[in-house]
């Protein structure tokens, strides 16, 4: 059952924060842990781990105490070869390559040379793995698939880098805000000093649905992530896994009418696979951050059979990148095309709603005419139908029904 998640930051965003925010859920240390001792990283750093308040508020505070005299200077070819080599569970490996993999696309942007160039000074020590592994790894571990974050407020005023002292917000968190389209909060009222960083906004854009306000939802746990400035106020971050709700459909209004986003559309032609290879290869897509992917048969030169096979994802360079890296992987094309479309989409919504039978996901469209179309996962049909030893389409006039009680009519 995929988990919502709701990141509250209203001071401010860290990878450090996030992380402990995390653990206070109930995150095991082991789940941060073995994969960094898959990357080598074991004995290299020691994580200390504290309750405290700020504000009167409780919360944990992580700090990473690096034990390597010397940690080795990491560059972004290097640091992405060791991620690809090691032995990781592929969805954590493709979340950290695309997080990673934007953090250097903003470094290359703001400095004005390649990617491949990159060497990440505080982004790419140890702690910043620790950070983007153990972040990556917890949300994958409490099965969340969709967050809504908050607009982050950047800072103001200037920071001291490897690169020098930088104006605030920081270079590269701007850069991250553009390509992602991230809102950013204003920070009046709060003290100068870095209150996003770009690890922080790295994962939150390469994580998050969408960044405003949380939808309406019921909370079932709260982890607190303490940062160590101290404020004129609580410096926390909330972490929530929540519970969808039904919300009452409105009279129309901007954020509820259709509208144009751009799609990144990536296509090749196959002729040598079998239909296992291919479905595996669709699979993984999937589960490398494709919106969709599909295939569609074909005639192929000399008249062989073959496959055009099409996958849509998101239009920035990071996720592009994890996506060619599945198709070179998995599938057997030399080539691939790849282009930008616009598409219409209409207001969408998705909810856990809780019938006698049990959980199900439903996904919710809005109509221009103000109806609210639903589609219950089919999936959770079917593993209902099965615990229940009842025909399927039961189950689905059972959920339809308890749709319909507990929401009010539509126009």
Known sequence: MGQLALLDCPTGLAGNMLLAALLDLGVPEAVVSEPLAALGLAGAYALEIEERRSGGLRGLHLAVRLLEAQPPERHWSLLRLQLQQAPLPEPLRQRVLAVFGLLADAEAAVHGHSPERVHFHEVGAVDALVDVVGVCAALLHLGVERLVC?????????????HGLLPLPAPAVLEIAR????????????????????TGLALAACWADRFGLPPAHVPRAVGVGLGSRELDRPNLLRLVLADGVAAAATPAAPDLEPHLETVLVQQAQIDDATPEDL?????????AGALEAFSQPLTMKKGRPGWLVTVLGRPDPAAAAVLRRVWWQHGSSLGLREQEQRRWVLPRRQLELHTPLGPVRVKQARRPDGRWSAKPEHDDLIALARRHDLALEQVRVSVLQELDRISPPTP
């Open 279 to 287: 479905a595996f290869l669709l699979d993984a897509l999937r589960r």
């Open 150 to 162: 908050t607009p982050p407020p950047a800072g103001h005023g200037t920071v001291r880098t490897a």
């Open 179 to 198: 390509r992602h389209g991230v809102p950013l909060a204003a920070a009046d009222g709060l003290p100068a000093g870095e209150l996003t960083t770009p």
